[in-house]
């Protein structure tokens, strides 16, 4: 899996759209990005994934630029709950069932209210 | 459908015994993952059983080993304990059936080695 740099830690203002950037210059062409997060004291939860196009789903956003190189995960409107650590991970998504998750130590997202 | 799930959630061992840590998958899924996760880290992958079979290993010594059974629960065993070992252990239910490799993660076991 390729490498992935993210922030350490970010803070947003309670209903403002948090971005959470992820470098990965190294990706290759059948690595998917992925997005996990994991509240205090709970198990990561997965959040969305992509491979080229951006991707929407009801929990967020996933901007990837066109080089692939880095992507953004948009959460739209923030709230108390979106508190929790955020792991971008490159991970070829293949359904062999054979895979692990590489996780990073993440961004720390903190809302503020 | 039921999430997964593990036993027990804290355990609080001395150092040079044995742990058994257990997790149930979720329904219809095969495969289950097992990370190590210390504190201000992000998981570490340990190993997976894919229908009952070892099918990959990270960077752990063999006194970690783990089963998973035939309705596709899976135990952790870690002997010799080291005071190292103390983590919040998690495990991961996912399917090969799915479009999209997405892994559900229980709650997690909190171990503590003194």
């Known amino acids: 899996d390729a490498k992935t740099t993210q922030p350490p830690s970010m803070d947003c203002a309670e209903g403002r759209a948090a971005n959470l950037p992820c470098n990965h210059s190294t990706i290759s062409g059948n690595e998917y990005v992925y997005w996990y997060r994991q509240i205090h004291s709970q198990g990561p939860q997965y959040i969305i994934h992509g491979l080229k196009n951006n991707e929407t789903n009801e929990m967020a956003s996933l901007i990837i630029t066109e080089d692939r190189k880095s992507s953004t995960l948009i959460l739209p409107h923030a709230t108390l709950r979106d508190t929790a650590v955020y792991y971008c991970?490159?991970?070829?998504?293949?359904?062999?069932?054979?895979?692990?998750?590489?996780f990073g130590t993440g961004t720390r997202l903190t809302i503020i209210p | 459908e039921t999430g997964v799930t593990q036993s027990p959630t804290h355990l609080i061992k001395t150092r040079g015994q044995q742990v058994t840590l257990r997790c149930s998958s979720q329904?219809?899924?095969?495969?289950v993952s097992w990370y190590q996760q210390a504190l201000g880290q992000g998981p570490q992958f340990i190993f997976q059983y894919y229908r009952e079979e070892e099918n990959g290993r990270g960077n752990f010594p063999p006194r970690f080993s783990g089963l998973q059974f035939p309705n596709y629960s899976s135990e952790l065993n870690v002997n010799a304990l080291e005071l190292d070992d103390s983590a919040l252990y998690l495990c991961?239910?996912?399917?090969?059936?799915?479009?999209?490799?997405?892994?559900?993660f229980g709650p997690g076991t909190r171990l503590t080695v003194l």
């Open positions: 991961a239910s996912s399917s090969d059936g799915t479009s999209i490799y997405e892994q559900f």
């Open positions: 991970i490159a991970h070829r998504g293949t359904n062999f069932g054979n895979e692990k998750l590489t």
């Open positions: 329904s219809g899924h095969n495969t």
